[in-house]
């Protein structure tokens, strides 16, 4: 059973930085894709960052390229979205996700795993 647990998220001022963590367990994930979404309260759910587990490929959605860093730790199992230049409009649940197609996508429908998601709420 594939699990993914987030954590990091929380209350920041604008201009801050969070960084979330998830955490992987359950299968191998070296071919995998790892993708981070969010959805704000009303709003469908929208792709923020992807990367592949096996070779560091990048892709991110243009609202947060330049303050957003996604990074993956293979011996802790652990992707990382490092969150800098914060804004209000980034105030959503962020969510982790697992696609097993090896494709690096912002596609959400293409990822079979997803973890529960931790609030990140920036004030203004």
């Known amino acids: 059973q594939v699990q993914l647990v987030e954590s990091g998220g929380g209350l920041v001022q604008a201009g801050g930085s969070l960084r979330l963590s998830c955490a992987a367990s359950?299968?191998?994930?070296?071919?995998?894709?790892m993708g981070w979404f969010r959805q704000a309260p009303g709003k469908e759910r929208e792709f923020v960052a992807a990367i592949h587990w096996s070779d560091g490929f990048t892709h991110y959605a243009n609202s947060v390229k330049g303050r957003f860093t996604i990074s993956r730790d293979n011996a802790k199992l652990t992707v990382y979205l490092q969150m800098n230049s914060l804004k209000p409009e980034d105030t959503a649940v962020y969510y982790c996700?697992?696609?097993?197609?090896?494709?690096?996508?912002?596609?959400?429908?293409?990822?079979?795993?997803w973890g529960q998601g931790t609030q990140v709420t920036v004030s203004s």
């Open positions: 359950g299968r191998t994930f070296g071919s995998c894709v």
């Open positions: 996700a697992a696609d097993q197609s090896m494709v690096v996508s912002g596609d959400p429908d293409r990822y079979d795993y």
